[in-house]
T-cell receptor, first 113, second 110 residues
Framework: QQKVQQSPESLSVPEGGMASLNCTSS?????YFWWYRQHSGEGPKALM?????GDKKEGRFTAHLNKASLHVSLHIRDSQPSDSALYFC?????????????FGSGTQLTVMP | GGIITQTPKFLIGQEGQKLTLKCQQN?????MYWYRQDSGKGLRLIYY???????QKGDLSEGYDASREKKSSFSLTVTSAQKNEMAVFLC?????????FGKGTRLTVV
C-alpha cells in the first residue's frame, strides 16, 4: 500500500471555479506535507508546505492539514487554465535526520476555459 | 537562484545495456535525490544522498546504482535495462525540506 494516497486521480473544473485535491498518509510518522505542481515536460515545483493543523493560505491556494486523521487538502479558488497540471502531495517523516520525501501518485487537474 | 541540469534529456537503450544518467546542481545543496516517474504511479524514490560520498537506498533501488563523488553531482546507473521499460528519471536537491527538481531524463528501452 502506498504511504501517501491522493484523490481524485483526475479532476476537471471550469475557469473561475474551485478545485479541491485530497491526500492521506497511512504512516503516522509522516507529519510534514508539501504540495507540488508539474506542468507537462517540466519537473515538479513546490507550491506550498504545511506542517501545523489548520489552514495555510497563499494567494489563490489554501492548504488544510488535520494531523489526527493524517489528511491534507489543497483548494484552488478562481482556477485558471494555467493551473492545469499534475499535482502531487508529498510527505516527510518527523523523525530527526529523516531525509526521504515520499510522493503520492498525483491528481491531474484540467481547468476548462 | 540555482538550476538542476540533467543529461541526457532523452536516452534510448537496448535490453541488458548499462546506462548512466547524470545530474548537476549549482544550489550548493547537501541532499540530492533520484526519483523515477511512471505514468499513473507518481514519483518513487530510487536513491538519495545527504552529503558527498553518501548513498542511501530508496524503495526502488533494485536494478540501480548511484554515485555522489562531488557535492554538485549525482549520477544514476541502470545496471541492466529492461525491454519495454519507459519512464522519466528526475533528479532533485533539497534544503530545509524544500525539494527542487530538474526537468528529467526520459528513458526508452528497445
Amino acid at each position: 500500500q502506498q504511504k501517501v494516497q491522493q484523490s481524485p486521480e483526475s479532476l476537471s473544473v471550469p475557469e473561475g471555479g474551485m478545485a479541491s485535491l485530497n491526500c492521506t498518509s497511512s504512516d503516522r510518522n509522516f507529519q510534514y506535507f508539501w504540495w507540488y505542481r508539474q506542468h507537462s515536460g517540466e519537473g515538479p515545483k513546490a507550491l506550498m508546505s504545511i506542517f501545523s493543523d489548520g489552514d495555510k493560505k497563499e494567494g489563490r491556494f489554501t492548504a488544510h492539514l488535520n494531523k489526527a486523521s493524517l489528511h491534507v487538502s489543497l483548494h484552488i479558488r478562481d482556477s485558471q487554465p494555467s493551473d492545469s497540471a499534475l499535482y502531487f502531495c508529498a510527505a516527510r517523516s518527523a523523525s530527526s535526520g529523516s531525509w526521504q520525501l515520499i510522493f503520492g501518485s498525483g491528481t491531474q487537474l484540467t481547468v476548462m476555459p | 537562484g540555482g538550476i538542476i541540469t540533467q543529461t541526457p534529456k532523452f536516452l534510448i537503450g537496448q535490453e541488458g545495456q548499462k546506462l548512466t544518467l547524470k545530474c548537476q546542481q549549482n544550489f550548493n545543496h547537501d541532499t540530492m535525490y533520484w526519483y523515477r516517474q511512471d505514468s499513473g504511479k507518481g514519483l518513487r524514490l530510487i536513491y538519495y544522498s545527504i552529503t558527498e560520498n553518501d548513498l542511501q537506498k530508496g524503495d526502488l533501488s533494485e536494478g540501480y546504482d548511484a554515485s555522489r563523488e562531488k557535492k554538485s553531482s549525482f549520477s544514476l546507473t541502470v545496471t541492466s535495462a529492461q525491454k519495454n521499460e519507459m519512464a522519466v528519471f528526475l533528479c532533485a536537491s533539497s534544503i530545509h525540506g524544500r525539494v527542487f527538481f530538474g526537468k528529467g531524463t526520459r528513458l526508452t528501452v528497445v
